[in-house]
């Protein structure tokens, strides 16, 4: 997590020192956009594009050490006890393919967003952002559900996947 940290720092005082953020004020408004978690990636389209490869880098990092450290909840939900050590352990075979997972996530998530804020934009009404909100939200947490239900399935129960050919 420090290092997550530490990398997005040093991406803002690069930001900082080579792009004219209108002085301080640009840099502290920058800061407090970056801290306060960028939830919603079409927020910052008035800023500088470098500040997408911030979000891009800090969500799939994020989303990375979840998947990472979250496998003791399918344990926990099957009423096993499964320490953070234990969860983060079996995951290293599978460093990649998860930060391709999160990678897809996260272009979801914003594909997703993309298209709320075209809609709202378009036809000036909430209410049809708000239900495909509420279809994005219901959609990644499903797909993080079935990601950390098959994960804990195949490094800790040891079960094949089905449809997986192994040569």
């Not at 952002?129 to 994005?136: G, N, T, V």
């Not at 993080?144 to 195949?154: D, K, R, V």
Request: glycine content about 6%; hydrophobic content about 60%; overall charge neutral.
């Amino acid at each position: 997590m420090l290092i997550f940290i530490a990398g997005t720092f040093i991406l803002l005082i690069f930001i900082r020192n080579f792009i004219n953020l209108q002085g301080s004020e640009g840099f502290h408004d920058l800061l407090a956009l970056v801290m306060m978690d960028l939830q919603d990636p079409t927020m910052i389209t008035a800023l500088n594009p470098l500040l997408w490869l911030v979000w891009l880098i800090k969500s799939v990092c994020f989303i990375w050490l979840a998947y990472r450290i979250s496998l003791y909840l399918p344990a926990a939900a099957i009423g096993k006890d499964m320490r953070l050590r234990e969860a983060w352990r079996p995951t290293s075979e599978l460093k990649a393919q998860i930060l391709l997972l999160a990678g897809f996530e996260v272009l979801v998530y914003f594909g997703i967003s993309a298209a709320v804020f075209w809609v709202s934009a378009l036809i000036g009404a909430v209410v049809p952002a708000m239900i495909l909100f509420l279809l994005q939200t219901w959609i990644l947490t499903l797909y993080g559900g079935s990601i950390l239900t098959t994960l804990y399935q195949y490094l800790i129960e040891k079960r094949a996947l089905q449809g997986a050919t192994h040569s």
